[in-house]
């Protein structure tokens, strides 16, 4: 769903109800009317003091509660949950795509970040997509892969935190891929809206497609190939996908489907921990990923948003959402320009998160009128699932994983029982430009998992799945937080904004000025101020809006608060 409880009264929850889906009148309370309550929120946040999940699906969420009750950690917990994601959300994640992630280690009390995300094929330049005639990679197909990070990530997460093995981690995802799970709804209109282009591939309708269709909700869906696979990893580990059976088998496919994948690509792949980088927002420090992914844009929208005083103005008012946008445009710019594989191009973080860097761009926002011709600054000068877990000793995990469109590139390698991912097209084919595709690199990345501490401390653990969506995504859900003070839960379901039009990673130009989507909980008085602005704004889609989960750490009191987005069909438990 898109929209969100906009007014609620004891008396009057019925008709609440009825406003949350959009079928009332629209009002907006200003942050004077009320401290912030339960104004957006669709149920209660989950209070726990043992452990907690939260994930887009409830059976995967109690799949790491119940390792967590078996004295498994919050990285086995996390990866059990994952694994069942690959298996009831198949279009979102799964074997064939990448993982990043960032881990609160309770007992050197520090950050770690892990990007699992794989790189393009040797055989992959630019010269071979020229002789092809080729302006952009194809956004599907065998010439969108890159190598699939997630089970090599899955490895390092378990060497380096884990406590469990293959088989106790992978053995709930095996049950439900043999034994069947009960489709949920959101997943099945996904599912059914991909049936047209799954059915162009052979390999593709034979696995999720039984009988010609999409399974509806609530029908038993069945992938005995996967659970194959998910028991060679089992009997081979990590290998078994890049140096045995599962990597032969994909290679084979790659070789009469057109792809560029050979052995020596799976052999050589690697992922990497890397170091978080953060900004202080108004006491509260925001950690990402460094760049191949998206994760500093959201600290340069911070950097210039902290100069408002965005509580004054108040949640959900033309003002504060005006700012947010331009601050989305200006890092976008940069995002464009400048985010890439850091292993094969100079990319200025420092700079780029700094505040120095932030101030003069901060200039180029003018309150009153929408900003047509963002560009990108000098800083030289100076389909996916989110999950997250916490367990009873505060290891925290944020991770993200994701096939990046649904189904990824639509194309199951023979009958292992998962597509493989497209990230591959999201590379330049402009030699000039730091994405642009070169052999063994890792692509532009929309995912990003997110953390927060304050003094030193683990504070949360969030991500919002959602391509695009996802930097502009976590700066609102921030600034719920931080600044217009709802909790974990409200934060997530209020409503949100999503704009288009910045330039892309991929070196392809903006749309003059972009345009804005606002979820219906938004007034019509709100639309009516930014159109005055100059802001383009266009019809919302359904699922456009990205997918939230939580976990915020108390503690003073030893509690963990959990928050579950209404727009998938997840859910946040703990015990």
């Not at 996390?78 to 799964?94: K, T, W």
């Not at 009960?182 to 696995?207: F, H, K, M, Q």
Request: net charge neutral; proline share 7%.
């Amino acid at each position: 769903m898109t929209t969100r409880l906009e007014s609620i009264a004891p008396s009057l929850l019925v008709l609440a109800f009825l406003l949350w889906l959009g079928l009332g009148s629209e009002r907006r309370v200003s942050a004077a009317d009320r401290p912030y309550g339960p104004l957006h929120k669709t149920r209660s946040a989950v209070l726990a003091r043992q452990g907690m999940a939260a994930t887009s699906q409830p059976l995967a969420t109690a799949a790491a509660i119940r390792v967590l009750q078996k004295d498994g950690n919050a990285v086995d917990a996390a990866i059990a949950a994952n694994a069942v994601l690959g298996v009831v959300e198949p279009m979102s994640c799964g074997l064939g795509g990448d993982l990043f992630a960032i881990v609160w280690d309770a007992r050197s009390r520090k950050l770690y970040g892990l990007n699992a995300s794989g790189r393009s094929p040797a055989a992959a330049n630019l010269a071979l997509f020229c002789a092809r005639g080729l302006k952009e990679i194809p956004l599907q197909g065998p010439l969108s892969w890159s190598l699939p990070g997630c089970v090599d990530g899955w490895d390092e997460l378990r060497r380096k935190f884990g406590s469990r093995s293959w088989s106790a981690l992978l053995e709930p995802a095996i049950q439900y891929a043999e034994h069947g799970f009960p489709v949920s709804e959101i997943i099945a209109a996904d599912w059914n809206a991909a049936a047209p282009a799954l059915g162009r591939i052979p390999t593709s309708t034979a696995c999720f497609l039984p009988g010609g269709h999409a399974p509806p909700a609530g029908t038993v869906f069945r992938n005995p190939e996967l659970a194959r696979s998910l028991r060679m990893i089992v009997e081979g580990g990590r290998d078994a996908f890049y140096r045995g059976p599962l990597a032969r088998s994909i290679v084979s496919y790659s070789q009469s489907a057109g792809g560029l994948f050979t052995l020596a690509d799976f052999a050589e792949h690697t992922s990497t921990w890397i170091e978080p980088v953060s900004i202080n927002y108004r006491g509260f420090d925001i950690w990402e990923l460094p760049p191949n992914g998206q994760g500093i844009a959201v600290l340069q929208m911070l950097n210039l948003l902290e100069r408002y005083d965005l509580k004054r103005l108040g949640f959900g008012s033309a003002e504060t959402l005006h700012l947010m946008i331009e601050a989305k445009k200006l890092a976008y710019e940069d995002r464009a320009r400048y985010y890439a594989d850091m292993e094969k191009a100079q990319v200025p973080v420092k700079e780029l998160i700094s505040k120095a860097y932030a101030a003069r761009r901060q200039a180029l926002i003018d309150p009153q009128r929408a900003n047509l011709h963002p560009t990108p600054g000098e800083p030289l000068q100076a389909d996916t699932i989110y999950l997250t877990v916490v367990d009873k000793d505060f290891n925290c995990v944020s991770l993200i994983q994701s096939n990046f469109h649904g189904f990824g590139s639509l194309h199951v390698p023979g009958e292992l029982g998962f597509p493989l991912q497209n990230r591959g097209c999201l590379f330049a084919l402009d030699e000039t430009h730091p994405n642009r595709l070169e052999p063994r690199k890792r692509p532009f990345h929309t995912i990003i998992p997110g953390f927060v501490t304050r003094d030193g401390k683990p504070w949360l653990s969030f991500g919002l799945m959602g391509g695009d969506m996802q930097a502009q995504g976590h700066v609102q859900v921030l600034c719920n937080l931080i600044d217009f003070g709802m909790d974990v839960q409200e934060a997530g379901d209020a409503p949100r904004f999503r704009h288009f039009g910045s330039s892309e990673p991929t070196g392809q130009p903006a749309e003059r000025g972009g345009s804005v989507e606002l979820e219906s909980a938004i007034a019509a008085e709100v639309r009516q101020a930014l159109e005055a602005k100059g802001h383009k704004l266009v019809r919302s889609t359904p699922g456009g809006f990205g997918g939230y989960q939580a976990i915020q750490i108390d503690l003073e009191h030893g509690v963990l608060i959990g928050g579950s987005d209404p727009r998938k069909d997840g859910a946040a438990m703990g015990y």
